[in-house]
């Protein structure tokens, strides 16, 4: 009898397309994984198709995350298959030797800063420990592993890791850093500076809402991003002046060719290829995303180098109807039907 669709087996040319999965709204939710998010990675292992996962969030190293995230999936992520909205900022270490990193967890994005090679990695908590009076409404005693920030400290430049904990002492030190004399800690420019500022700032994730556990999408960094430059652009010393702020992460070209390169080296590695000598490596990735303006707009205009980026939009994150100008090439329930979708236009 001749096979049909259904029961041919399945062979898929090593290496002719990849995945790339979001996070938060398609493999979680909070804490929780998607119930089908275990399913849908097993599929693509038993079928050797190569996958990294995508994501704006961070706050963790890529080693770290990858534990954390293998233990809640409950199946095994390599660090070198993460590309969080940090992983590209490595790239920047050997340009700037001081540096401010605000976001995350305690003293967790200062660790991933000095893991990528940052020389003097302040935190927010080290300004408040050195002089409490900067953040009046913080409250508590600075953290243990606070540092202390010698007088005359220059900031050579900001990167935002992640949310910050304390929007207040945050936001108030940025502005600070970026109203002082050429980031020197605890100046002001002179009132008739002029021409842009000094201190460039990094907000490695533009993303305005993400999907968390609650039903109603949260306030992300991209929200405290607009915050900040709102509150900057009302000082009146600040007129004129132009803050050099550049957004990383979803939907940033440079962003998804990192993670094309990323896809390709695993791949090459794994195939133990010198140079891409397969023709049709990497013909297609899959970006498999809740939001439309990170995800979708993103992988719309990823396509580059003979890679064709193929957007797919799941329902369980933060989308709701009616679509936006950020069209996907398909709308699908959740990570496990993109799975399939993708796997059924790869036969
Ligand atoms: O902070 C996390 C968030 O903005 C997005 O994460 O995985 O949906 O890109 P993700
Ligand atoms: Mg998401």
Redesign the pocket.
């Known amino acids: 009898t001749l096979a049909t669709n259904a029961t041919r087996p399945k062979f898929f040319k090593p290496g002719r397309f990849a995945f790339a999965f ?5 493999l979680f939710r909070g804490p929780k994984a998607h119930p089908s998010a275990k399913q849908a990675l097993t599929k693509l292992q038993e079928n050797n198709i190569p996958f990294i996962l995508l ?3 961070g706050g963790k190293s890529e080693a770290v995350r990858s534990e954390d995230l293998s233990a809640r999936l409950d199946f095994p992520i390599e660090p070198t298959q993460i590309v969080q909205s940090h992983t590209p900022v490595k790239a920047f270490a050997s340009n700037y030797e001081t540096v401010l990193v605000v976001g995350g967890e305690g003293e967790n994005c200062r660790k991933v800063a000095e893991e990528y090679g940052f020389k003097n990695v302040f935190i927010p908590d080290d300004f408040y420990a050195t002089d409490p009076g900067i953040s009046p409404f913080t409250s508590g005693p600075p953290p243990e592993y606070a540092r202390h920030v010698p007088a005359g400290t220059k900031i050579e430049a900001i990167f935002v890791f ?2 910050p904990r304390d929007w207040a002492l945050s936001t108030q030190l940025m502005v600070d850093l970026l109203r002082s004399d050429n980031g020197v800690y605890g100046t002001l420019a002179p009132p008739d500076s002029k021409g842009p500022v000094t201190v460039p700032t990094f907000f490695t ?1 533009g ?1 305005r809402v ?2 968390s556990q609650h039903h109603i999408p949260r306030l ?2 991209g929200a405290f991003k607009m915050a900040l430059t709102s509150i900057l652009k009302s000082f009146p010393d600040m007129a004129g002046r132009n803050v050099p702020v550049q957004v990383m992460g ?1 939907p940033t070209f440079d962003t998804f060719r990192y993670a094309q390169l990323l896809l390709k080296r695993n791949l090459m590695a794994k195939l133990k290829l010198e140079r891409p000598a397969l023709p049709n490596l990497l013909e297609r990735v899959y970006m498999i995303g ?2 439309p303006e ?2 979708i707009h993103g992988a719309n205009s990823a396509s580059h180098n003979r890679t064709t980026w193929w957007s797919l939009l799941v329902r369980s ?1 933060v989308w709701r109807e009616p679509m936006n100008s950020r069209a996907p090439i398909a709308i699908v329930d959740d990570v496990l039907a993109a799975v399939d979708w993708a796997m059924e236009n790869e036969r």
């Open positions: 979001d996070i938060d709204g398609v994501t704006n969030g992640n949310d994730n993303d993400w999907a992300g960094q979803k809740d939001n990170s995800d994150g």
